[in-house]
Structure formats: C-alpha cells, structure tokens
T-cell receptor
Framework: DTEVTQTPKHLVMGMTNKKSLKCEQH?????MYWYKQKAKKPPELMFV???????INESVPSRFSPECPNSSLLNLHLHALQPEDSALYLC????????????????FGPGTRLTVL | AQTVTQSQPEMSVQEAETVTLSCTYD???????LFWYKQPPSRQMILVIR??????QNATENRFSVNFQKAAKSFSLKISDSQLGDTAMYFC??????????FGTGTRLQVTL
C-alpha cells in the first residue's frame, strides 16, 4: 500500500460546528503532516507529527486541533472555524521522521475540500 | 531560512513540444534535496522528480529531467514531448535539515493541442 487516504473528500460546516478530518497511511511512515492550501497557492504547513508526537506547530490557531492516535492515523479536529478557513486540507507522510535527516520526500493524500459557511 | 522562487506564474506549451520551468532557491546548507511536485486540477499532488544536492548528475524520469546548477542555486524542470495530461500546477520544493518542505509559489502549465 503506497498511498495516503483522506476522509471526507468534501466537508461543509457552519462556524459553530465541530468536525474532524482523517488521514491514514500504511507505508510505515513515522512522520505525518497537515497542510492548508488555498486556490492557486502552494501548501502551507500547519503541523508535523514525528513518532506520534507533535514536533512542529506553525502558529496555527487553536480552533485547529491535531491528534495522532497511532503511527498510521492523523486527525485534525475543527471547532468554531471562520469562513477564511475554507481551503483544501492536505495530509502527507514521509519515512524520515528525525530532524537533521535532509531527505524528506513526502507522499500526499488527495485532500479534504473544506467550506465554512 | 530557505526560500524557493518560481518566476513564471503561468506557461503554455503545445502538445509534443518541450517546455522548461524555472526554479531558484536560497540556502546556506550544503546537503539538501530538491523536488518538483505536480498538482493537476482538483487532483492529488504527486512527486515528479527529485535531486540530491550531492549528486552532480541531473535526475531524469522518462520525459522529465532537471537542470541542477548548485553554484547558481538553480533547479529547472524540462518536460519533453508534452502531453495534455501534463496540464497542472508545478511546485518546486526544497528539503534541508528541518523536517519540512519549502515550496515555491508554483507555475501553472497549460498544454494545448
């Protein structure tokens, strides 16, 4: 299995809703990432998990809450989002989990397109 | 901090022709990797090609090849025999000692008949 899967593909939510995005990989990768991508822009890094521990938080607002229950699964919990949070949310994974390892080819999932009303 | 610059926001090429996408980067590191990722409209981002900085030989993957000039910090992508399926956003990306990728702003490539 050489893919990263994400569910749901599309999500529409109100500003008072609580929802979660899910990402899964079965490649044995030990680092997983959440990105936010606006149309025609590059992905912006949000969080990095290394060996199931949060290693990087790019100053993301607390209305986004990541969780890594095990080495294959990554969740992003959403609460009280704003319309400007509407975007494509990408998950990625890589086999190199340690800082200082420069090889960092990432495998991306198809993304969840989020619309906040 | 590393920066990656793609100076061509949009490009167009006819089917079967060759096109080159430009990328420059800035870093003080000596060991790093460079990547080109492709993101078709409403589809998944996939890796096209990667280059290790310590290798002088330019990477090649079928119709895709790079021109890596380490001293000039340049990493261009050449697509030969362009196909309609090559239509996509192309992102150049840098990976150094930090556990993350630094992306360029992207080049939107349109392949026409």
């Amino acid at each position: 299995d050489t893919e990263v899967t994400q569910t749901p593909k599309h999500l529409v939510m109100g500003m008072t809703n609580k929802k979660s995005l899910k990402c899964e990989q079965h490649m044995g990768h030990r680092a997983m990432y959440w990105y936010k991508q606006k149309a025609k822009k590059p992905p912006e890094l949000m969080f990095v998990y290394s060996y199931e521990k949060l290693s990087i938080n790019e100053s993301v607002p607390s209305r986004f809450s990541p969780e890594c229950p095990n080495s294959s699964l990554l969740n992003l919990h959403l609460h009280a989002l704003q319309p400007e949070d509407s975007a494509l949310y990408l998950c990625a994974s890589t086999s190199r989990a340690l800082a200082g390892a420069s090889y960092n080819e990432q495998f991306f999932g198809p993304g969840t397109r989020l619309t906040v009303l | 901090a590393q920066t990656v610059t793609q100076s061509q926001p949009e490009m167009s090429v006819q089917e079967a022709e060759t096109v080159t996408l430009s990328c420059t980067y800035d870093t003080s590191e000596n060991n790093y990797y460079l990547f080109w990722y492709k993101q078709p409209p409403s589809r998944q981002m996939i890796l096209v090609i990667r280059q290790e900085a310590y290798k002088q030989q330019n990477a090649t993957e079928n119709r895709f090849s790079v021109n890596f000039q380490k001293a000039a910090k340049s990493f261009s992508l050449k697509i030969s025999d362009s196909q309609l399926g090559d239509t996509a956003m192309y992102f150049c990306a840098f990976s150094g000692t930090a556990s993350k990728l630094t992306f360029g702003t992207g080049t939107r490539l349109q392949v026409t008949l």
